[in-house]
């Protein structure tokens, strides 16, 4: 089992940037794939950015691309969202979640995640 602790959330001025990070605990992290998703007030929990368990893969919702970048570290079982040129319309809770398995291309999809962290509010100010 693994366990996923997001930090790095706060308020930024349109333009900035913010670095996110998902902090996962258990031995087996390497095998999972990981990815970020947020959700606005009043709307669904949306995919952001998903790394696959080598870091050889990388996708991100189109909102999104160009903008950000996921990375990952397994050897300190940490994974990161570098947020540039950030928009208020970016605004929301962002939760990393582990999907199992050695999939090459992990999912956009929400329901193919196992574990979800607690969520970091990231706020953007115009």
């Known amino acids: 089992q693994v366990q996923l602790v997001e930090s790095g959330g706060g308020l930024v001025q349109a333009g900035g940037s913010l670095r996110l990070s998902c902090a996962a605990s258990?031995?087996?992290?390497?095998?999972?794939?990981v990815g970020w998703f947020r959700q606005a007030p009043g709307k669904e929990r949306e995919f952001v950015a998903t790394?696959?368990?080598?870091?050889?893969?990388?996708n991100y919702a189109d909102s999104v691309k160009g903008r950000f970048t996921i990375s990952r570290n397994n050897a300190v079982n940490m994974v990161n969202l570098q947020m540039n040129s950030l928009k208020p319309e970016d605004t929301a809770v962002y939760y990393c979640?582990?999907?199992?398995?050695?999939?090459?291309?992990?999912?956009?999809?929400?329901?193919?995640?196992?574990?979800w962290g607690q969520g970091t509010q990231v706020t953007v100010s115009s």
């Open positions: 979640a582990g999907a199992q398995g050695l999939s090459a291309y992990p999912s956009p999809n929400p329901t193919s995640y196992d574990y």
């Open positions: 258990g031995r087996t992290f390497s095998r999972y794939a």
């Open positions: 790394i696959n368990w080598s870091g050889g893969y990388t």
